[in-house]
């Protein structure tokens, strides 16, 4: 059986939409699928039409954590959260996953504070599909760690090639560092210790990514620290409705742009389904001990669905086992030194 | 007198390129500009097919430095490339302003080496234009510093108001920190850092600016590390020729679609125009002692016209002497007592 806990609270657009898309994830899986829906239990009846629905169980949570409150104080000032219930369920093994399009800084905490951390692991990190002309990229970290070290990073391309493996099906990820120039030698300080850590790793490491690089596919999995990897991310998704925009604007101008816009619909349309992170499925936090991802705050019934069948697939797939493996696998030594190293380095 | 030294075998495309570009420009400014093409003698008369132009001299420089040669180094070694030569002249008083779409790195190394950098500034930084849905906004640093620190970025901020005071044409720019949220305490150590010292220059400091915000024009000069802007920057610059490949890949795929295409056809054209770099007019070396523009290594003769352009307007509008005001407006206490505090909390 898998148990997905989803917090129905987080979402900018209501418990409504969070109910709607787990029933039509869940209307796709296996009859020992079971969604808990967490979060106050009156609207979520509501939500639920005030019938039952078959595999869904509502689980109360009084409190909300809002998309402005400090993570870590909020985490441990309100309990009844619907994030601290949701990472309770996981913790106590009544969950086997965790999806919330909340407070993403409040996940992270309360995943930290709950299940904590798979053995070896230093940061979690956010990893997400970025689209590419070939097929989609694993991007991480986009959010967890601001400021990031060099093993920080290397255990990120672990944990990165784990998810492309088991999410894009590639037997052998190729791992690239995001930078900005392509020989070894360029980049930050942070860059270049990493550069050197994925060059000994024994990961299949293709060097170094530049901004330019990251649409046409050069890797699979592209490693950034969670302030760069936010921008860019943030940056990309904003990109589509600002061309967007820019278009229809002058399609407007003239009948004839009017006309070949109407035709143009399909593959604009095309177009956003392959750029819009709605598809994607879900961001997980890597390297927590249990399977949390994170959908946008602004997801849409088809977000939603997209990211409990993410979640659904990371537990069927035993995401948390592999992640150890790998690690071991790059070895202890390489981690344990580096971690001194950097400790004293880059403090 | 407005003399302008270009260095012509930087680009990609070639010096006929550059030198056509540098016509261009010239026959659209007055009779007291003169621009001093900087490379090989032959190449460059056979360039100008032969003949000798109005405004144009030539001026020889025999070496040429490549775009993967390591700057500080090939700077060193190579006294007569078209950089190092371009440069010295700046150096000289022979030449006002200097262009160069050649290596970013060996510009910059050489405009330390040579003119060096305006009192009181720590750290050059090159500032790019950036499209945003109001008007277009100023963002630096885009690459001549990886790493950096919280007074660095004052000073960027300072650099970066003068050059949209005069370029943009806004009285009192609107300055903003590119940071992972929207509250003051958000990011890592170094926004922290930077946020703080912003909010206390008598800057118009708007405070954080996301990923998503870029576009959205809520500031009129973004400031980041010159990691981060290098990635953002390069990344921007795929993304339009990224979605072009999709939607042109759509389009064959059927009648329809490709009438659609072709009506649509004039707003592609706009949407390019505005997105597309070539029309920037150059990134200027923010902080040299000399206007020190970059042009994209693969500029054409559009883009060099337009750098060749930018560059004659300020020296006419007397860049260096204004970013000299506006340091010492923010004061030298400001700068100097967090310069103390930097180095020691960030070295």
Not at 11 to 27: E, F, K
Not at 151 to 169: D, E, I, N, P, T
Not at 273 to 296: M, S, T, W
């Amino acid at each position: 059986m898998v148990r997905i806990a989803v917090d129905a609270m987080g979402g900018d657009l209501g418990p409504g939409v969070v109910a709607h898309g787990s029933l039509r994830a869940l209307s796709q899986l296996d009859d020992e699928t079971r969604i808990l829906l967490v979060g106050n239990e009156t609207h979520l009846r509501a939500a639920l039409g005030g019938r039952s629905v078959a595999g869904v169980e509502i689980v109360h949570a009084p409190e909300v954590i809002g998309m402005h409150e400090a993570p870590a104080t909020a985490v441990r000032r309100k309990p009844g959260s619907s994030i601290a219930v949701a990472m309770q369920l996981l913790e106590d093994g009544r969950a086997d996953a965790l999806l919330s399009p909340g407070n993403t800084g409040a996940v992270v905490a309360a995943a930290l504070f709950g299940p904590g951390r798979i053995h070896g692991v230093h940061r979690p990190a956010i990893a997400t599909l970025f689209p590419t002309e070939e097929r989609d990229c694993v991007m991480l970290d986009v959010g967890a760690n601001a400021d990031c070290k060099p093993v920080h990073m290397l255990q990120f391309a672990a944990m990165g090639a784990v998810f492309a493996r088991l999410r894009l099906g590639c037997e052998r990820p190729r791992v690239g560092l995001l930078n900005i120039g392509e020989e070894d030698s360029k980049g930050n300080e942070l860059a270049v210790a990493a550069h050197a850590l994925l060059r000994q790793s024994g990961l299949h490491f293709v060097g170094n990514v530049e901004g330019r690089d990251l649409l046409a596919g050069r890797a699979d999995v592209v490693v950034c620290d969670g302030f760069v990897g936010n921008v860019v991310l943030k940056f990309a998704e904003s990109m589509l409705g600002f061309t967007g925009g820019l278009l229809k604007s002058q399609i407007h101008s003239s009948p004839r742009l009017m006309l070949g816009g109407l035709l143009m619909r399909p593959a604009f349309a095309h177009l956003k389904k392959r750029l819009d992170y709605q598809e994607f499925g879900g961001a997980p936090l890597l390297g927590v001990n249990g399977v949390v991802c994170i959908a946008h705050g602004r997801s849409s019934v088809r977000a939603i669905e997209s990211a409990v069948l993410g979640c659904h697939a990371l537990v069927r797939d035993q995401l948390i086992v592999r992640i150890g493996d790998e690690l071991r696998e790059i070895g202890g030594d390489l981690l344990e030194n580096n971690e001194q190293r950097t400790d004293h380095g880059n403090g």
